[in-house]
């Protein structure tokens, strides 16, 4: 339903690599940047990457992005409990002249 | 420290209009376009749009219609009016920041502490 097509779930065992994908089209991953959010429950999203693989000051180089065509990918390595809550990516879509999100993926850290 | 802090009514009736408002505190609106985003109980996000230090807009167009995102430099704060309020507008909403440039369109730093607006007979 969402324009953004993530997984909705993922999981991984502590120390391990994960990634999270974020499916798109030519309108919206294909030619703009893309974002990653993470969301602890009942607070606000935090921006973890922006223009598609640059991280904001303070978070930690465990998170990547990349982008690849209409496609985004979210990396998290050596897993933590913590690391165990919501992430959303969103990319501006020139066609619908709007900001999309995916529908969030839950990440389990087993 | 930059803070956004967030009022407004919480539980309005159907047809109703939502005013909510996000005061800025630590920074200016200049080189910023300060943003409003709801999320509905249980799902994903979703951009209601954002007004520039200057006053221009952009909307999401399924809620074009119904919305007005202001600006008050005076008091540092901007609000959104959502009209014609159905169950279907319940969640939280979120008042964001975000760095002016286009490449920044998605790349919220500061948020508020996010309201939950129920619309309920």
């Known amino acids: 339903q969402s324009v953004l097509t993530q997984p909705p779930s993922a999981s991984g065992t502590p120390g391990q690599r994960v990634t999270i994908s974020c499916s798109g089209s030519s309108s919206n991953i294909g030619s703009n940047y893309v974002y990653w959010y993470q969301q602890l429950p009942g607070t606000a999203p935090k921006l973890l990457i922006y223009?598609?693989?640059q991280r904001p000051s303070g978070v930690p180089d465990r998170f990547s992005g990349s982008k690849s065509g209409t496609s985004a990918s979210l990396a998290i390595s050596g897993l933590r409990s913590e690391d165990e809550v919501d992430y959303y990516c969103a990319a501006w879509d020139d066609s619908l002249s709007v900001l999309v999100f995916g529908g969030g993926t839950r990440l389990t850290v087993l | 420290q930059v803070q956004l802090q967030q009022w407004g009514a919480g539980l309005l009736k159907p047809s109703e209009t939502l005013s909510l408002t996000c005061v800025v505190y630590?920074?200016?609106?200049?080189?910023?376009?300060w943003s409003w985003i709801r999320q509905p109980p249980g799902k994903g996000l979703e951009w209601i749009g954002e007004?520039?230090?200057?006053?221009?807009?952009n909307y999401n167009p399924s809620l074009k219609s119904r919305v007005t995102i202001s600006l008050d430099t005076s008091k540092n704060q901007f609000s959104l009016n959502l009209t014609s309020m159905t169950a279907a507008d319940t969640a939280v909403y979120y008042c964001a920041r975000r760095p002016s440039s286009w490449y920044f369109m998605g790349a919220f730093d500061i948020w508020g502490q996010g309201t939950m607006v129920t619309v309920s007979s």
């Open positions: 223009r598609n693989d």
């Open positions: 630590g920074e200016s609106f200049s080189g910023y376009y």
């Open positions: 007004i520039s230090h200057s006053g221009s807009t």
